[in-house]
């Protein structure tokens, strides 16, 4: 089995990619001036989404045996609002979780039954508007980021945490300076581009990689071209990240093959051979499943529709 090689001390083919990344970025970043806005704040968001990915690869082991070198890569604040540490952390639970559960699963998108049945018919409607692919790149991105903020302030009171966030606030702080004030690259490019963007590109790849079906694996697979591939770089084949969860990035193809994941992901989660159109085309407006999860005790049946 593919995951089953030894890995390396350095994985060059991800050494590559992060120079080559931080070279487009600088190349963007200190050239702003001579770019038009329109042209950079395309490419900011393809860099922003890529800078997730690689962050996923880095909070897995990636791309040296040496987690203090990985994390220093990490730990870098090229996208202001999320420390790599706290990342990596609530990340690693999700993959310990019992996926989509709303209480266990901490990257869970649906609620609890109760939830669902308190809610007043807006509040259902508004729930059903983030299940949409829409709703959930704009809504769910500007809803996102202060929710991860409010989900961490309990913990704040560990002092390791408070350590983690003190160090990121700091890194952020500095670089912020740098970017904005020396460099001059305007924050009405940069953060809707690059940071919001980015998280964007994320949402799109989480729309569905996760279904509460009740038989079978619960983690999709969406068939995409070369650059959105390289964007997600292959988690849009996520029954195999999941099952194999420390394999490098570019060896998830093979073992996707090799564990014959399509045809697991069509009996379970979804199998979407039209990549991110069909997404677009099948979700645009209609929800990719019910808010409220229906494996969890007094829910509505797997596949309710609706609000009531």
Known sequence: MSGGRTREAVEWP????????????????????????????????????????????????????????????GSLPL????????????HVLHHQADLTDPIDDPESYYVQPD?????????????????????????????????????ELPHLRTPAVALQWGFHLVLATAFGWWLFGVVGVSPWLYVPAFVLGGSACTQLRSFLEHCAVPEGTRSAVVKAGPVMSLLFLN????????????????????????????????????????????????????PFCQPDHPLSPGARPYGSRGID
């Open 79 to 90: 996208q202001l609002w999320l420390p790599f540490p706290r990342y990596k952390t609530w």
């Open 14 to 73: 991800t050494v590559g990619l992060l120079l080559a990344f931080i070279a487009a970025w600088l190349a963007v970043v200190l050239g702003h001036e001579s770019i038009p806005w329109w042209v950079a704040a395309p490419i900011l968001v393809y860099l922003g989404g890529l800078w997730m990915s690689l962050g996923h690869e880095l909070l897995h082991g990636h791309p040296t045996r040496w987690n203090w070198v990985n994390t220093t890569v």
């Open 235 to 286: 988690n849009n084949l996520h029954h195999t990240h999941h099952a194999l969860p420390d394999l490098a990035w570019y060896r998830i193809p093979a073992a996707h093959t090799e564990l014959g994941s399509d045809a697991i992901a069509a009996a379970g989660a979804g199998l979407y051979t039209g990549g991110y159109l069909e997404v677009w085309r099948r979700f645009a407006f209609h």
């Open 115 to 151: 939830t669902w049945r308190r809610a007043g018919r807006l509040r259902r409607r508004w729930m059903l508007v983030l299940r949409t692919l829409p709703g959930r790149l704009t809504f769910g991105v500007l809803r996102g980021i202060p929710r991860f903020w409010w989900r």
